[in-house]
């Protein structure tokens, strides 16, 4: 019998709470990276950055405190830019 390991898909560290804490990456099922987002106690905060199964972007951004903030970049398969959204600045 051959034995087939299971890939990961997530990957990233938890507060004692047991919450996303720190880098988490999603790949896909061959192995390939596909995201990778920061946490802070199961917030998202700072840094996202989503590709397309090739390995080029599809978009990047930041958030704080869960929302999306600052200037979001939407990419083509060719990496060409598609958009550009202002989601402002953080609200303190």
């Given amino acids: ?3 087939r390991q299971k890939k990961i898909k997530y990957k990233g ?3 004692k709470n ?3 804490n720190g880098i988490w990456t999603f790949y896909s099922e061959n192995g390939t990276e596909l995201s990778i ?3 802070e ?3 998202k905060e700072g840094f996202s950055i989503v590709k397309y199964p090739t ?3 599809h978009y ?4 704080h405190n869960d929302k999306t903030v600052g200037v979001w970049t939407t990419y083509d398969e060719k990496g060409n ?5 202002d989601f402002g600045n953080p609200e303190e």
């Fill in 1 to 3: 019998m051959v034995s």
């Fill in 13 to 15: 560290g938890q507060d």
């Fill in 18 to 20: 047991k919450k996303r």
């Fill in 37 to 39: 987002t920061y946490y």
């Fill in 41 to 43: 106690h199961g917030l």
């Fill in 55 to 57: 390995g080029v972007i």
């Fill in 60 to 63: 990047r951004g930041e958030y």
């Fill in 81 to 85: 830019v598609i958009s550009e959204t």
